[in-house]
């Protein structure tokens, strides 16, 4: 076990996020330990497969290739900085493989990169549409009734995998499919030395991730106060500071816009959740119930108490359906209170 605290950044909420984010972050930041980067959704597998469909080489996130060359600097530097992402998307090791000639020619061959893979079910479901295991969560309906439109389908994995490379040496850990909440827990339980079984503290690991996993939604991105968020259209990327006990202090760095407290961390705790008592994760079964929030100062917010047990014995696959290709137009609607105030900041680029 080395520091007591671990500093963990995110600089990437979705694919499509700033790729200058990463390596601005990393330079506000002078202390990070970790870097995460999350790029997968569900729409994204279907881009992703369609690109590799026209390319076998492709079906990664490319603008992670533009990430790498903005970090070179600091690790030439000399910064121990390491990073983690899903940005392998399905195709977890020819990223790697772009990521090393990158490396090599910026002569950063020291940097190892590890790879996590097994996320890619689609052949076993192919194989067994009919299996009980794969039945439609809400309806039952089997998997054979979606087979012929039927383009990707991946489980979410937990940090396990993550944390074997990690204990192996892997600066870069690339992967495809992962649980959102994983990319943090695992720096946790490799730098802590966790025991798989210690739920309590992967609990509040993954509750850092969470809260986390969106980018600048914790900073202020989603506040329902958002028009007095300060200097919004420079807005800062999270950081959490995770203890060994598991709790974390969400913060951000000095100088950058939004603001982080207890509003702000409680709106992102709610995003996406579901059940409260039974956030499910490959890692753990958490409950937000016993959670406690309390500000610590200028854009610093603890958070502790998780609780969990173990998780379900079953992994969570996502499919994603061949379409009709289309062309759409989309327009972009704002009700409530002060809408068209809200509309005009954003159409200045202000936000």
């Known amino acids: 076990m080395g520091q007591s605290i671990l500093k963990i950044g995110n600089a990437q909420g979705f694919w499509g996020d700033s790729s200058d984010a990463p390596a601005a ?10 870097l995460t980067l999350d790029y997968l959704a569900e729409v994204s597998m279907s881009i992703l497969a369609r690109q590799r469909q026209r390319d076998p080489t492709t079906g990664y996130a490319r603008d992670f290739l533009d990430v790498i060359r903005s970090l070179i600097p600091a690790w030439k530097s000399g910064r121990p900085l390491r990073l983690v992402t899903n940005a392998g998307g399905l195709n977890p090791r020819g990223c790697a493989q772009a990521c090393v000639a990158i ?18 079910v689609l052949e076993q479901i192919t194989a067994s549409a009919n299996h009980a ?12 009734t979606v087979l012929p439109k039927l383009v990707t389908a991946n489980a979410y994995l937990g940090a396990q995998p993550l944390v074997e490379a990690i204990r192996a040496g892997a600066n870069i850990v690339i992967t ?13 339980v490799a730098h802590f030395g966790w025991p798989s079984d ?28 958002w028009l007095n968020v300060p200097d919004s259209s420079n807005i800062g990327f999270p950081v959490v500071e995770v203890a ?17 407290d207890e509003h702000t961390v409680k709106e992102q705790l709610l995003y996406e959740i579901g059940d409260p008592a039974l956030y499910l994760s490959p890692d753990a079964t958490v409950s937000f119930l016993t959670l406690q929030v309390q500000d ?18 079953a992994y969570a696959p996502r499919r994603s359906d061949r379409r009709p290709v289309a062309r759409a137009l989309a327009t972009r609607a704002r009700g409530g209170g002060r809408a068209c105030r809200r509309s005009r900041r954003r159409a200045r680029g202000r936000a």
């Open 244 to 260: 060994d006990a598991g709790s974390c202090v969400v913060t951000k760095p000095t100088g950058t816009g939004g603001r982080v």
């Open 103 to 120: 490396l090599r020619e910026a002569g950063c061959a020291n940097l190892k990169v590890g790879v996590i893979g097994g996320d890619d």
């Open 198 to 225: 210690g739920y309590d503290r992967i609990a509040g690991a993954t509750v850092a991730g969470h809260l986390i996993e969106c980018g600048t939604q914790v900073t202020g991105g989603i506040s329902t106060d």
């Open 25 to 34: 972050l990393v330079a506000q930041a002078h202390d990070l330990d970790w």
């Open 296 to 313: 610590e100062g200028i854009d610093r917010v603890k958070v502790s108490g998780a609780t969990a047990g173990p998780p379900g014995r």
């Open 176 to 188: 495809g499919r992962v649980a959102d909440p994983s990319l943090t827990v695992a720096p946790c």
């Open 133 to 144: 295991s794969f039945a439609h969560l809400e309806t039952g309906a089997g998997a054979d």
